[in-house]
């Protein structure tokens, strides 16, 4: 479970920390694993229930706002906006579900935001794979001063490219299609995956692909056949990353987009001035927006797990 | 984060050799190496070049013009005129305070928490993995769908929270507190899902960082007599610098440029309580079509944004000093 730690770690931390290191710690879970009983783990009876009530808390009070949107989502219209507000529904229906879905637009949104977020997912993962092998295994100046400039380009506020970019876009005739607003996610993704796949290529050793070589293969037949596998649960991360932040991204999306090619969370953010106020219905979309990627996260989380594992075994 | 280097062309001869020494003979190797990973980088490099670069390009150079928000309109070149009208008007000024005040906020409450909740987990050991896992979710959420969650929460009349609080007795009516509608609060008030959405995420850095502490330090310690604050502010934060470096950099960043949920809630207002820099930008280049005015802000964020950057990591991280 230690390797778990170090995935989300590195998926989470795009710049790498000096003392931290993907590979190090996974190449040693036997050590690790003893170290913490005795170090900053509670080991008084007293002391652990305490803290249980504790995380419990915290937990509620985390979980609790989504839940309310949960609930939210299937009271009735009337229900939704009733002063004062209850938390659960009197009464349970799927009629704001029924009202968000049917409305025009919705569901092509959510067929955008798909195709959006997968062409970003895939091109960010072309572009990033090789450079991030390139600037690990070969160390050269081009390499740290590339690295150095992804680095700047996450400071780089999206609203100040924003508008140059859509003119840009619209000049080569792409304008409001998914195809450009991929390509402006990917500028947001891109400098993450490049991190985070560098920080996956460290944890390789390098006798891997030398033995290749040595065997007769090519440096892209090795990158290809040997190192590819041996990362692919890093890949995975990534990929999730790459996605969400697709998936998840509203202001480029608001202004690439009209009507042909606009994601659900534009969708969502004009139910507000469009309809009015309508509660019911964008606690529902929000809700179905929101769940598919929290269940896929969960769930992919052993996947990637298993993976980050199967790398380390190699070390 | 690298070290000073010497001229570059000396630096590339050197290079050759340094990376992986290896016996003399592999020299002409070493050269296609470097061929190839600038092969390898390449196609990201032009990418960023041309998607990024090129419209930070655009972004300087137009804001020394003064443009006609039609397309095909006039341009006219004004040098610096546009940086100092956005001097000059108190929006800009105004902006810019509110957009420090909100990241150090959000900063500052993500990392106490995060680090409350890491020390937690630590302390609980392997048994709180599951709720880990959980305590992540937030991290997948839209941030657009996060702003209205808590909008929702904290709207006048039917929000939630007023209502709890009124039934616990904290305040003496449901709409007392005027969350959103107060221009005193509503940049706090605006932070929280910021805050919620991200706290998991200086959670897990911690808490990854908290892993390679060695555990006989903490005994050590322990030993001699130190008792909880002492371990903490002597041991452990100091151990964990790099990490919170990064944590607070990556998330200041995130948050100096926080957008979707403050649009969500208050579009920036009531009265531009809550009109942070991005949405100040957002605002002169759609609605009031000023392109020009809009891009000289745009840069001077920018470069704001990477001065505080670069001090940040120099100051907290100070790369060598602690190896």
């Known amino acids: 479970m230690r390797v778990a730690e170090r995935t989300t770690h590195d998926a989470g931390a795009p710049a790498r920390v000096p003392t931290e290191p993907a590979a190090h710690a996974a190449t040693r879970p036997s050590r690790r694993r003893g170290r913490n009983r005795e170090g900053l783990e509670a080991g008084r009876r007293g002391t652990r ?16 706002p989504f839940l309310y949107l949960l609930f939210t989502s299937f009271k009735t219209p009337i229900d939704t906006i009733a002063v004062p507000p209850t938390i659960l529904p009197r009464e349970w229906t799927l009629e704001n579900y029924t009202n968000a879905l049917g409305r025009g637009g919705v569901l092509a949104s959510f067929i955008n935001s798909v195709q959006t977020a997968i062409i970003s997912t895939v091109l960010s993962l072309v572009l990033a794979v090789p450079a991030a092998y390139g600037i690990t295994r070969y160390k050269t100046l081009s390499g740290r001063i590339f690295i150095m400039a992804a680095l700047v380009t996450r400071m780089v506020p999206p609203v100040a490219i924003g508008i140059p970019l859509a003119t840009m876009m619209a000049s080569i005739g792409l304008s409001d299609t998914p195809i450009a607003l991929s390509i402006a996610h990917t500028t947001i993704s891109l400098p993450l995956s490049i991190w985070l796949m560098s920080s996956f290529f460290e944890a390789v050793p390098n006798d891997l692909e030398e033995a290749a070589t040595v065997d007769g293969c090519s440096r892209l037949g090795a990158l290809w056949r040997v190192v590819i596998p041996v ?83 190699k070390g | 984060m690298t070290p000073p280097r010497p001229a570059p062309a000396q630096e590339a001869q050197q290079d050759r050799r340094r990376p992986r020494p290896r016996p003399a003979e592999e020299k002409t190797v070493r050269i296609s190496d470097r061929r190839f990973a600038l092969f390898l980088m390449t196609p990201a490099a032009l990418f960023l070049a041309v998607f990024v670069a090129f419209p930070l390009f655009r972004l ?38 509110r957009t420090l005040a909100y990241t150090l906020v959000v900063v500052t409450l993500e990392f106490a928490l995060g680090l409350g909740m890491a020390l937690l987990f630590t302390a609980l050991g392997r048994s709180s993995q599951i709720w880990r896992t959980v305590f992540m979710y937030p991290l997948m959420i839209a941030p657009i769908v996060a702003g209205l969650l808590w909008k929702f929460l904290m709207i006048d009349n039917f929000g939630l929270i007023g209502t709890l609080l009124h039934q616990a007795g904290v305040l003496s009516n449901p709409n007392q507190i005027g969350w959103l509608s107060d221009p005193n609060i509503v940049l706090f008030s605006v932070a929280i899902p910021d805050i919620w ?8 850095v911690l808490f990854a960082g908290l892993q390679n502490i060695p555990g006989d330090l903490i005994e050590a310690a322990r030993l001699d007599g130190a008792r909880a604050p002492a371990l903490l502010f002597r041991i452990i934060l100091p151990l964990l610098r790099p990490v919170i470096a990064v944590a607070l950099v990556v998330r200041g960043i995130d948050a100096a ?8 809630q208050t579009n920036g207002g009531p009265q531009s309580a809550s009109e942070t820099m991005s949405l100040l930008i957002y605002r002169t280049m759609i609605r009031f079509g000023d392109p020009g005015l809009a891009s000289a802000m745009g840069t001077l964020y920018l470069l704001a944004m990477l001065t505080v950057a670069f001090v940040a990591v120099s100051t907290i991280w100070r790369p060598g000093k602690d190896n």
Do not use: H
């Open chain 2, 257 to 264: 440029r926080a957008f979707d949920t403050i649009l969500i």
């Open chain 1, 231 to 313: 990362v692919s649960g890093g890949i995975a991360v990534t990929a999730i990353f790459a996605f969400l932040a697709s998936w998840n991204e509203f202001l480029f999306a608001l202004l690439m987009t009209a009507i042909r090619s606009q994601t659900t969370p534009v969708v969502i953010a004009n139910f507000q001035t469009q309809f009015g106020l309508d509660w019911g219905s964008m606690t529902a979309l929000a809700a179905v927006y929101s769940i598919p990627v929290i269940l896929l996260t969960l769930l992919l989380q052993r996947k990637i797990v298993a993976g980050m594992t199967l790398g380390a075994v």
């Open chain 2, 60 to 97: 300087v150079a137009d804001s020394f013009f003064k443009i006609s928000p039609i397309a095909g309109g006039p341009r006219d070149f004004v040098g610096l005129d546009n940086y100092f009208r956005a001097f000059a008007t108190e929006a800009f000024v105004g902006a810019g305070w």
């Open chain 1, 49 to 64: 229930a305490l803290l249980w009530v504790l995380l419990a808390t915290a937990m509620v009070l985390y979980g609790f």
């Open chain 2, 197 to 204: 959405l991200t706290t998991s995420f200086m959670c897990l």
